[in-house]
C-alpha cells in the first residue's frame, strides 16, 4: 500500500489532521461524502480511544477491496494487551464513558479487531 494511504498519529493535537487526511483519502478512493463522514467519525474515536488508553500513537491504514473501503487503526505500544470489546449494546445516556466503540460499531458495515505485529489493529469497512 503507498504511503500516502497511511498516517501516524502520536499525541491529541494529530486528531484534527487525522480527520482530514481520512476524509480526502476517503473521497479520493471514491467513498460517497455522507458515508466518508461516518468513517471520519469512526476513525477519529479508535485513534482518540488509542490515545487514552495506550502507551502510544497509532496508524491509519485506507484501501479499497471488493466493494468496499477498508480502513486498519493500529495502536503503537501498548500498556497492555486487551483487543476492544465490540457486541455490546450502547451504554445508557447517564454513563459516563463507553459509547465509542457501540458508535465505531453502529456506524459501520463491519468491525472485526485482532492482534498483530505486537499492536492491536480495529479494521473497519464501509460499503462503497
Known amino acids: 500500500m503507498p504511503d500516502e494511504w497511511r498516517m501516524l498519529y502520536a499525541v491529541a493535537t494529530d486528531l ?18 455522507e458515508r466518508a463522514e461516518l468513517l471520519v467519525l469512526a476513525v477519529s474515536e479508535l485513534a482518540t480511544n488509542t490515545l487514552q488508553h495506550t502507551g502510544g500513537g497509532g496508524e491509519v491504514a485506507l484501501r479499497t477491496s471488493r466493494g468496499r473501503l477498508v480502513c486498519d487503526v493500529l495502536d503503537g505500544a501498548l500498556t497492555h494487551r486487551t483487543t476492544p470489546a465490540f457486541g455490546h449494546a450502547m451504554p445508557p445516556a447517564d454513563a459516563l464513558r463507553g459509547r ?10 463491519e468491525v472485526e479487531t485482532s492482534v498483530i505485529a505486537g499492536a492491536t489493529r480495529v479494521r473497519i469497512h464501509l460499503d462503497l
Do not use: K, W
Open 16 to 33: 484534527s489532521a487525522l480527520r482530514a487526511f481520512v476524509a480526502a483519502r476517503a473521497a479520493a478512493l471514491g467513498l460517497p461524502e
Open 100 to 109: 465509542g466503540l457501540a458508535i465505531v460499531e453502529h456506524l459501520c458495515d
